[in-house]
């Protein structure tokens, strides 16, 4: 069983077409979810639970990078390759971002 940690922070338009991650260290906002800690077998529950995650996200409404990692355990069977496919954040609701 391996345990993998979600986190979203602060995301802010870069005026590049990209976004830069705000890490809220020492700061009094809140990142727009607290982090996530699910326990996983496989790499597909990993990958559903992190588009779950997303989707709790993008119902902030608020401008967030999410990212994945594994906190403790094996990883499970093809992790690496499945994460190697994803973003190192998924932006959500960039849409709502004030270029």
């Not at 902030?60 to 990212?67: D, R």
């Not at 499970?76 to 954040?89: E, I, M, R, T, V």
């Amino acid at each position: 069983m391996a345990k993998i940690v979600f986190s979203t922070y602060q995301a802010k338009p870069n005026g590049s077409g990209r976004f830069s991650i705000v890490m809220n260290i020492g700061q009094t906002t809140p990142d727009p979810l607290p982090q996530k800690i699910v326990e996983v077998k496989t790499t597909d529950e990993a990958l559903a639970a992190f588009e779950e995650y997303i989707a709790e996200a993008k119902a902030t409404g608020q401008v967030a990078a999410c990212s994945m990692r594994l906190k403790e355990g094996r990883k499970p069977n093809g992790f690496d390759a499945a994460k190697a496919k994803l973003p190192p954040y998924t932006i959500v609701n960039e849409d709502k971002a004030a270029a």
